[in-house]
């Protein structure tokens, strides 16, 4: 059936009844276009190319139903096509002027009916465009990176993009599935160095809260760094690129490769073509005459280095922040507690400057007897342990025990030990089958050696 109906003037049009599961989301009942020719012939292929949009359309909106933005924007860009249109949003249409406004008005009726809002909507771009979601953005990129897996295989294409959709995924279940536009850089300013925004994580199973922490003076120095970083890399290219030009390609796609593959490697500059000349070989020695046979075409490949700002930036935003974590709740560390904490241990940490001393040979070790070696190589020692609420000074684990050791310079010794047991230092180690020994050792700057330890225990799980 090609739906088509003869006019008293002789016009066609297009006349189709909406079927009844679609009418729900449609404001007629009845398609009725003017074809806009008298030929019997064109309008049966015009009526044949209206009725494959038609389904489309309602195919899409029997699928995605109309109420969401993207089935809407889907649905108004489809009507405007139907009427010969590209989609356009309103200030568009009124940029190209008078002819295109009333070329768009000629199908709606005079005056509008009731039943017509979808299609003033598609025609004069009162729909607007749905916002992209940040799930949506892989796909984005994978569309903006199509030229960099092309010459990939499967397996490297699929290496390449499982840790960039772990990132996303991993992105979203901390903020959201949201609009792109609702994401924003909202920062709560500490001082005039430092600045936070907070994020609720679970991680492991455990409620986190995380505080990504942007500094002043990181950011300063890191400005620093990218400019010599650039200018190291800019070297390396010139010296690559005259090495490029002085190779000889066999053809102008190969010579375009090489320069895609240099551009690869690097980091923050993009390679772009200056200039790609043929050179053409001819038959016979000398100057070649008019008529004389080409050879053979070697082509010669000339790049340009350009500065990737989007690249520095990124290298700048990422030098100036790091993450600090914690388990506790608001109630028992606010959010600038946490910094101030973080702080507040390389401050206890300065302390120890005096053992780097030689005077005090605690990078020198004595030992008396041999068997003692063996001993030494059963104990696993490790300084500066990491736990969410401090850092332990120093870990030693034997075969039986495990030594969690704080170290407090002219204080007491149960003040050090208090400090493991208030951090829990030792639930770093409680699922271990060890029992764990708890040891706070008391320094004394003036007299230069220890003047007491405490010790205590938990018992292994």
């Known amino acids: 059936m090609n739906y088509i109906q003869k ?19 449609t404001d007629n009942d009845v398609i009725n276009l003017s074809l806009k020719t008298k030929d019997l012939h064109v309008a049966q292929r015009k009526a044949a190319h209206l009725s494959t949009q038609m389904e489309a359309l309602w195919d899409d909106l029997w699928v995605n139903g109309g ?9 108004a860009i489809k009507i405007a096509k139907m009427y010969g249109f590209s989609y356009l949003p309103t200030e568009n249409i009124i940029d190209k002027g008078t002819p295109e406004i ?3 008005l000629e199908p709606i009726e005079n005056p509008p009916q009731d039943n017509e809002n979808t299609k003033i909507e598609s025609l004069l771009g009162g729909v607007k465009k749905p916002p992209l979601m940040v799930g949506e953005c892989f796909a984005k990129f994978i569309e903006f990176s199509r030229a960099d897996l092309v010459s990939k295989s499967e397996g490297q294409q699929k290496r ?5 959709e772990a990132a996303l995924n991993s992105f979203i279940s901390v903020v959201g599935n949201k609009p792109m536009t609702l994401l924003k850089n909202e920062w709560t ?3 005039e160095n430092y600045r936070y925004t907070p994020l609720a994580v679970s991680h492991m199973k455990i409620d986190q809260r995380w505080l990504v922490v942007h500094s002043k003076a990181a950011k300063e120095q890191s400005q620093k760094a990218i400019k010599g970083l650039v200018d190291k890399e800019l070297k390396a290219i010139n010296k690559d690129l005259f090495h490029l030009q002085a190779q000889r390609f066999a053809c102008q796609t190969d010579a375009h490769r090489a320069l895609v593959n240099l551009s690869k490697k690097q980091k923050y500059h993009r390679l772009e073509i200056e200039d790609c000349i043929e050179h053409k070989q001819y038959e016979g020695k000398g100057r070649p005459k008019k008529d004389a046979q080409v050879k053979s075409t070697q082509w010669q490949m000339i790049g340009k280095a350009i500065v990737d700002e989007a690249a520095k930036q990124q290298y700048v935003e990422q030098k100036s922040c790091f993450v600090l974590a914690t388990n506790a709740s608001k109630k028992d560390l606010k959010n600038e507690s946490i910094l101030y904490h ?4 390389s401050h206890a940490e300065r302390g120890f400057r005096f053992l780097k001393e030689p005077l005090f040979f605690v990078s020198s070790l004595f030992i008396k007897k041999p068997s003692r070696i063996d001993a030494l190589l059963m104990m696993e020692v490790d300084v500066e342990v990491r736990t969410n609420l401090g850092r332990i000074d120093c870990t030693v684990v034997t075969e039986q025990f495990v030594y969690v050791i704080e170290f407090k310079l002219n204080g007491t010794e149960e ?8 951090k829990s230092y030792w639930q770093k180690y409680q ?8 040891l706070g050792i008391a320094f004394a700057q003036d007299a230069r050696n220890i003047t007491g330890f405490a010790a205590g225990h938990v018992l292994s799980t």
Request: proline share 5%.
């Open 431 to 438: 699922m271990n089958s060890k029992e764990t020994i708890l």
């Open 415 to 422: 003040a050090a030990l208090d400090q493991i047991e208030n």
């Open 102 to 104: 009333l070329a768009r």
């Open 189 to 191: 300013v500490i001082d």
């Open 67 to 75: 109420n969401s933005y993207k089935a809407k924007y889907q649905r």
């Open 342 to 345: 973080y702080k507040a241990q």
């Open 160 to 164: 390449w993009r499982s840790p960039r």
């Open 7 to 25: 006019r008293s003037n002789g016009n066609y049009y297009y006349r189709r009844r909406v079927p009844k599961h679609v009418q729900p989301f």
